[in-house]
């Protein structure tokens, strides 16, 4: 099973400032990786796919890196709906074992 | 608009069954792949299972393998998760998501809650 960490668990940022978010995989992934947001009491939301790509509706300030095992969620400049829970997830397997990181919790400074 | 409801859980004792559905509106259901991810009280998601979208390919995480069972309707626009044998660690909300391409989940429902406990 591939297993996903991130980093840190949590990131307390201050309304305007730069976040970044690091999700690491134990082997390579290769461009396979999601990133999902999810507020208290709420289903996770689809942000990016394939590492880099957003989704439909995402804001410009969210951008994702990386390939293989390393990876970098960036949102530019945090606005106060931000403040969330984000969960990497890779989907590199077949058959599918989809696996999700534990999350990092992004809360106001 | 693409809507996924849940509905069907619920408190169950260890050791009985629960079958949770999934209500599709919005979308073509019959054209997309469908997963259903748990998520236990204060903790993370895990991905449970996978059905294609005729049906014929399904698989589970190991976890609830020989457990759960998972069906779709594609006359009806619905999902289905029958879940036997239930312990107290599948004790989870549970939703159901819509695969864009294999494994990119891009849109879930609001959940359902299940509760094993005695």
């Known amino acids: 099973e591939i297993v996903m960490t991130q980093s840190p668990a949590t990131l307390s940022v201050s309304p305007g400032e730069r976040a970044t978010l690091s999700c690491r995989a134990s082997q390579s992934v290769s461009s396979n990786l999601a990133w999902y947001q999810q507020k208290p009491g709420q289903a996770p939301r689809l942000l990016i796919y394939?590492?880099?790509t957003r989704a439909t509706g995402i804001p410009a300030r969210f951008s994702g890196s990386g390939s293989g095992t390393e990876f970098t969620l960036t949102i530019s400049s945090l606005q106060s709906e931000d403040f969330a829970v984000y969960y990497c997830?890779?989907?590199?397997?077949?058959?599918?074992?989809?696996?999700f990181g534990p999350g990092t919790k992004v809360d106001i400074k | 608009e693409v809507q996924l409801v849940e509905s069907g859980g619920g408190l169950v004792q260890p050791g009985g069954s629960l079958r949770l559905s999934c209500a599709a509106s919005?979308?073509?259901?019959?054209?997309?792949?469908m997963n259903w991810v748990r998520q236990a009280p204060g903790k993370g998601l895990e991905w449970v299972s996978y059905i294609s979208s005729s049906g014929s390919t399904i698989y589970y995480a190991d976890s609830v393998k020989g457990r759960f069972t998972i069906s779709r309707d594609n006359a009806k626009n619905s999902l289905y998760l029958q879940m036997n044998s239930l312990r107290a660690e599948d004790t989870a909300v549970y939703y159901c998501a819509r695969d864009k391409v294999i494994g990119i989940l891009d849109y879930w429902g609001q959940g359902t809650l299940v509760t094993v406990s005695s």
């Open positions: 394939g590492a880099s």
């Open positions: 919005g979308f073509t259901f019959s054209s997309y792949e």
């Open positions: 997830q890779q989907y590199n397997n077949w058959p599918p074992r989809f696996t």
